[in-house]
C-alpha cells in the first residue's frame, strides 16, 4: 500500500510539472485539460501539491478542501471558486485552475502618472522613461496624450478600455478573460488609467488614444 502510495505521489509530480501554465509568488495556474484526463484520486494528489507550489504548503489543506477544488474542475463551473486557509483561493476560469493568495483592499495603490517614474508595484518596479531620439516602437505612449489625473492603479468595479478595432467599450474584465490573464495576476498589475477608462496594460494592452505621436515618447515597463 505505501508502495502504490508512493508511486502515485511520483507520478502525480510529473504530471503537475506538464500540467503549470504560469507560476510566480503565491500563483500557480494549472491547464484544465492535463487534469481532467487523470483519474480522480490522481487529481487529488495534483491539486494537493500544486497549493503547496502556490505557497500554502505551510498551512493545513484538508482532503475536504481539496475534494472541493477536484470538484470543482470536474464541474467545469468557469468564474466559480473555492476559498483555501491561509487567505489563498482556488478558481477555474479560461485561464485554467489558477490557486493564488488573495490580495487584501489595504494593500491598493495609486501612483499619479509623472516621467520619469520609479515605483515598487506588486512585488515589481514600475518605470516610466522617456525614449531615446529617433525611438520607434508601437509600446511607446505619447506622454502628450496622457490626459492630467492619469494613476496607475489596480483593477476597480467598472474599468473598461477601447480597442482600436472594435467599435465601443469594453468591460476590463471581458478582456482580461479573452487574453487568458490568470485570476490571481488580475488584481495585482499595474493599470495606467483615467477614471475607469483604461490606457495601459502591461504586456497586453496600450490605448489608441495615447499610443506614440510626434509628441514627447516615453515608454512603461513593469519587471
Not at 501554465?21 to 495556474?29: H, Q, T
Not at 487523470?38 to 494537493?48: A, E, G, Y
Not at 531620439?133 to 494613476?151: M, P, Q
Not at 468595479?157 to 478582456?175: P, T
Request: aromatic share 6%.
Amino acid at each position: 500500500m505505501a508502495l502504490y502510495g508512493s508511486f502515485v505521489d511520483s507520478l502525480a509530480e510529473d504530471i503537475l510539472r506538464g500540467a503549470v501554465v504560469s507560476r510566480g509568488a503565491n500563483l500557480i495556474v494549472l491547464a484544465i485539460d492535463k487534469l481532467i484526463t487523470q483519474p480522480h484520486v490522481m487529481r487529488l494528489s495534483i491539486v494537493k501539491k500544486a497549493t503547496a507550489l502556490a505557497g500554502a504548503g505551510g498551512i493545513e489543506v484538508s482532503i475536504e478542501r481539496v475534494e472541493a477544488i477536484v470538484n470543482l474542475v470536474e464541474s467545469g463551473a468557469m468564474g466559480k471558486s473555492v476559498d483555501i486557509p491561509g487567505g489563498y483561493e482556488a478558481r477555474l476560469d479560461h485561464a485554467g485552475l489558477s490557486i493564488y493568495k488573495k490580495e487584501r483592499a489595504a494593500t491598493e495603490l495609486e501612483i499619479p502618472f509623472a516621467c520619469p517614474l520609479s515605483a515598487p508595484f506588486g512585488g515589481r518596479t514600475l518605470t516610466v522613461a522617456q525614449a531615446g531620439e529617433g525611438a520607434a516602437d508601437r509600446n511607446f505612449i505619447d506622454i502628450t496624450k496622457v490626459s492630467a489625473g492619469a494613476v496607475f492603479r489596480q483593477r476597480r468595479a467598472g474599468d473598461w478600455l477601447q480597442l482600436s478595432n472594435v467599435a465601443g467599450r469594453k468591460k476590463l474584465k471581458e478582456f482580461l478573460v479573452d487574453r487568458k490573464v490568470p485570476s490571481g495576476q488580475r488584481g495585482k498589475m499595474p493599470l495606467l488609467a483615467i477614471g475607469n477608462e483604461i490606457l495601459w496594460i502591461p504586456g497586453i494592452y496600450l490605448s489608441p488614444g495615447i499610443a506614440a505621436g510626434i509628441g514627447k515618447l516615453a515608454v512603461i515597463t513593469w519587471e
